[in-house]
């Protein structure tokens, strides 16, 4: 057991000490102040129909833990997806394949030290929504009940359940990363649909009993059955709201037990996981190409014959970057699986064809977003293949490699959106042609800055997720390729971020080089 609890508490020590974890508390705590929304706020996050609660413990309480539940579910899986690789990237997992823990001990303790991570984060959004409640107080008593119970019901199973996920997504996709985020995106998108709903078998989030009590509620105060439920940042429409008194729930023993069965469930993958973990052992688990003996190479070489220095052709060096802009390109186009590709032509040819309101809005973030594993790591894998001492020694890398790195990020971004690029040509829009471009130099600068920042991509891989999810949900302050948001003043905005995000990546990588 002394392992077991070594590895929960160091592998929780290092994922906190990180950057992407402390941005991600930033934000969670951002966040966590906006659930609530004030009194003059022009978004609602929990809506029944046309009514919204009083801001009483109850209210503040339910609504912070259903969305803490959402939110953390969101990012906190691309926070702790990655702890089965660092031990295999550090060496340490050799070490811990000699120790005599069992498999599922072992992917038990990751699970622990992953709940950790999100239990910590939601231990700091929970604080902020009883700050909240002080702060926006309008007479209503407080109640630690109303706050207490939601988190350790709806919450506190939900991120168990993701930590559990995260650790098997990495025992059966070790190899294709790319495939289990954009699936577990997917998986997440899918999970959100269903919260609309009062009745599904599977309650991730755990938030329709309470959505439906809320409903209940609504209909015995007003008498009013037309109450669809909003959940989410929605603006607009909020003039024409009214209020209700919501005074918690009680909890039947089913609703505890299904949530308890989440938890079981989480712990049974694990225990099925376990019986399929390579234990680090990943050469015997990789398929390699049929071996070649040294005796065979060497018999089938032919003798040198003579050889003339004066008829080898002259080495003529050049200096220039379109070399490394192919190579770049090259590595982006390989990087993932093959069939990747088909989903990427599937996504341009939606492009072509779906209305292009919903081509802009919808399908070309989500095309974007599918290359999160190639512009994760654009100007950090030298960093991660141990080679950046020999590429932070070549010549001139800081005006060479970075930009062809950033180049060929770009050209793939511009060529992905390329058929609404053409639609948008052929009717003479031209602002949304140059809102597209510039998102995709945004979002390429983006991934370069936090990867040099943070030293690696689980960072950018959080927020593009955040910012993607949220553009789907139409929230306009994350449109950052003209989705939502026309006009040449926001236009200009972009520009002027991409022009903040080209110095400090230039200034951080300058930075790097001279620390060498």
């Known amino acids: ?15 906190t000490r990180s950057y992407a974890f402390l941005l991600t508390l930033a934000i969670s705590l951002y966040a966590a102040y906006s659930f609530v929304p004030a009194a003059d706020a022009k978004y609602t996050t929990v809506r029944i129909g046309h009514y ?10 339910y609504v912070t833990a259903m969305m803490t539940s959402v939110f953390v579910s969101m990012i906190g899986f691309y926070l702790v997806n990655s702890g089965i690789k660092k031990d295999v990237d550090t060496g340490v997992g050799m070490i811990i394949a000699t120790t005599s823990i ?48 939601p988190y350790l019901i709806i919450t506190i199973p939900t991120i168990l359940f993701i930590s559990a996920l995260a650790v098997v997504g990495e025992v059966f996709l070790y190899r294709y990363t790319i495939v289990m985020n954009i699936g577990y ?64 729930l009680t909890w039947p023993v089913s609703a505890i037990a299904g949530r ?35 005796a065979e190479i060497v018999l089938g070489v032919k003798p040198l014959q003579d050889i003339k220095l004066s008829e080898l052709p002259q080495i003529i060096p050049a200096y220039g970057i379109i070399p490394f802009i192919k190579t770049e ?6 990087k993932g699986p093959r069939w990747l590709w088909l989903i990427n032509l599937g996504g341009m040819v939606a492009l072509i064809f779906a209305p292009i309101t919903v081509a802009h809005q919808m399908i070309l973030p989500i095309l974007w977003f599918l290359q999160v594993g190639r512009w994760s790591d654009l100007a950090t894998k030298e960093k991660t ?21 950033i180049i060929a990020g770009i050209i793939m971004a511009i060529a992905l959106a390329t058929p609404l690029l053409v639609r948008y040509l052929i009717t003479m829009q031209f602002l949304s042609i140059v809102s597209i471009v510039t998102g995709a130099v945004f979002i390429v600068l983006f991934a370069v800055t936090l ?4 030293g690696g991509k689980k960072l950018f891989e959080i927020l593009f997720f955040f910012v993607t999810y949220l553009n789907i949900e139409n929230v306009p302050f994350t449109d950052y390729f003209g989705g939502l948001n026309q006009g040449i003043n926001y236009v200009a905005l972009i520009a002027g971020l991409i022009g903040l995000l080209a110095v400090m990546s230039f200034t951080l990588r300058r930075i790097e080089i001279r620390r060498l």
């Not at 001990?105 to 992953?114: C, G, P, Q, T």
């Not at 390109?329 to 390989?334: G, I, N, P, V, Y």
């Open 102 to 149: 069992s498999n599922f001990s072992y992917l038990f303790a990751k699970v622990w030290s992953n709940f950790l991570v999100l239990l910590s984060i939601a231990a700091m959004v929970f604080l902020m929504s009883i700050a909240v409640f002080f702060i926006r107080n309008t007479g209503y008593p407080f109640e630690p009940m109303q706050f207490i119970l």
């Open 260 to 294: 308890i069965l989440l938890i079981c469930f989480g712990l049974l993958l694990i225990f099925v996981s376990s019986k399929f973990f390579h234990r680090f052992d990943i050469k015997e688990r990789f398929k390699t190409k049929k071996k070649i003996k040294l």
């Open 52 to 61: 919204i609660g009083v801001q009483n413990s109850a209210w503040i309480g």
């Open 451 to 454: 990867g040099i920042l943070s």
């Open 329 to 334: 390109l090259l590595m982006l186009f390989r």
């Open 385 to 405: 293949n141990r080679i950046h001492y020999f590429t932070y020694a070549s010549y001139k890398p800081l005006t060479r490699l970075l930009p062809a790195q």
């Open 185 to 248: 995106f997917i998986f997440f998108c899918a999970m959100g649909s269903l919260q609309a709903g009062n009745k599904t078998l599977f309650d991730l989030f755990g938030n329709t009993r309470v959505t439906a009590a809320m409903q209940e509620t609504v209909l015995n105060q007003h008498h009013d059955t037309n109450l669809p439920l909003s959940m989410g940042f929605n603006f607009g429409g909020k003039k024409a709201l009214h209020t209700f008194v919501f005074d918690g």
């Open 1 to 15: 057991m002394g392992a077991f609890y070594k590895i929960i508490i160091s592998d929780y020590k290092q994922r």
